[in-house]
């Protein structure tokens, strides 16, 4: 399959663990985040996303984490399975007068049966 | 189902030829995206279109222009390819631009030889 990034930090968990991949953004005054997955050969597809008003959110197995004061926000996933394997993207919208997201250049999450 | 259909999976072009990408979006969506995704680099924003005929360049629109003369199709256009422009080509579309989902295609992987 296609080779998504060859130089991404990668997290190696076993599978039933509890997995966190961290995201540091970059403009404070950013309002909008979301996580996405890139399975090999596909394009990202959309996990779960929060506002800056919000502190945390929880989708099905998965919740976002968001703490302003220092810029950082989580994608947590319960029970990891070995189909969470894949690369990981967070992306904030960088309110510049600009429509459009900014992405993070990606974890790559490894999945040991 | 939300569908974006990128036209082809594979192109190999030789430098200096013009190349055209293909993107349609069946969910009426009003604004498109195309970001370009290298080891390491994440996804760039090149170019996106919030309406037919509009066109707001992203972070890296050199060597690049775009088309939109249907809403649910927006074309990215390398005037003359170059080897620096070998990379994954993903398209997007979004109901809202600041907030809310992008839906990807499966991208569009371009050598330029």
């Known amino acids: 399959g296609e080779s998504v990034g060859l130089h991404l930090p990668t997290l190696s968990v076993q599978e039933g663990d509890n997995s966190i991949i961290n995201c540091a953004y970059s403009?404070?005054?950013?309002?909008?985040f979301i996580w996405y997955k890139q399975e090999s050969g596909k394009g990202p597809q959309f996990i779960i996303d929060?506002?800056?008003?919000?502190d945390k959110r929880q989708g099905q197995r998965v919740t976002v984490l968001l703490n302003k004061t220092v810029k950082h926000l989580s994608l947590q996933i319960a029970a990891t399975q070995p189909g969470d394997s894949a690369v990981y993207f967070c992306?904030?919208?960088?309110?510049?007068?600009?429509?459009?997201?900014?992405f993070g250049s990606g974890t790559r999450l490894q999945v040991q049966p | 189902d939300v569908k974006v259909t990128q036209s082809s999976r594979y192109l190999v072009k030789r430098t200096g030829e013009k190349v055209f990408l293909e993107c349609v979006q069946d969910?009426?969506?009003?604004?498109m995206f195309w970001y370009r995704q290298d080891p390491g680099l994440g996804l760039r924003l090149i170019y996106f279109?919030?309406?037919?005929?509009?066109?707001e360049k992203g972070d890296i629109p050199e060597g690049y222009s775009v088309s939109r003369e249907k809403k649910e199709r927006f074309s990215l256009i390398l005037e003359s390819a170059s080897t620096n422009q070998t990379s994954m080509y993903l398209c997007?579309?979004?109901?809202?631009?600041?907030?809310?989902?992008?839906?990807f295609g499966n991208g569009t992987r371009l050598t330029v030889t």
């Open positions: 992306a904030e919208n960088k309110w510049t007068g600009r429509r459009a997201l900014t």
């Open positions: 403009n404070s005054a950013s309002d909008y």
């Open positions: 929060i506002r800056s008003n919000m």
């Open positions: 279109s919030y309406d037919v005929k509009m066109k």
């Open positions: 997007a579309s979004s109901l809202r631009p600041r907030t809310g989902p992008l839906h």
């Open positions: 969910m009426d969506h009003e604004n």
